[in-house]
């Protein structure tokens, strides 16, 4: 079956780093733009970063441009989201997601929450 495993999530104080990871399985990883979205406490999801199959297109939300990295490994079926200089205002669930035309599928999430 399908699986979008995600881990790295956690506390951690502004100004720190997380690397999030999402391990996918049940479906062919490459053919896949992969991407990450968030959602803060009251606020709607948003995309926050996205790659294309071959990591030619990398696309960033304005607020995380030169704090985040997105990047995927085909061979290990993972893309990750290298996030630094992190605002209290990065707090939410980070999901992820694949998308092959009118496929998709979504992780479960996983929390990040920057705080003193």
Do not use: H
Not at 9 to 23: E, F, I, W
Not at 27 to 33: A, D, H, K
Not at 45 to 70: M, Q
Not at 99 to 115: A, E, I, K, M
């Amino acid at each position: 079956q399908v699986q979008l495993v995600e881990s790295g999530g956690g506390l951690v104080q502004p100004g720190g780093s997380l690397k999030l990871s999402c391990a996918a399985s049940g479906f062919t990883f490459s053919n896949y733009v992969m991407s990450w979205y968030r959602q803060g406490p009251g606020k709607e999801r948003e995309l926050v970063a996205r790659i294309s199959p071959l990591a030619n297109n990398p696309f960033y939300v304005d607020s995380v441009k030169g704090r985040f990295t997105i990047s995927r490994d085909n061979a290990k079926n993972t893309v990750y989201l290298q996030m630094n200089s992190l605002k209290p205002e990065d707090t939410a669930v980070y999901y992820c997601r694949a998308d092959f035309g009118r496929l998709n599928y979504w992780g479960q999430g996983t929390q990040v929450t920057v705080s003193s």
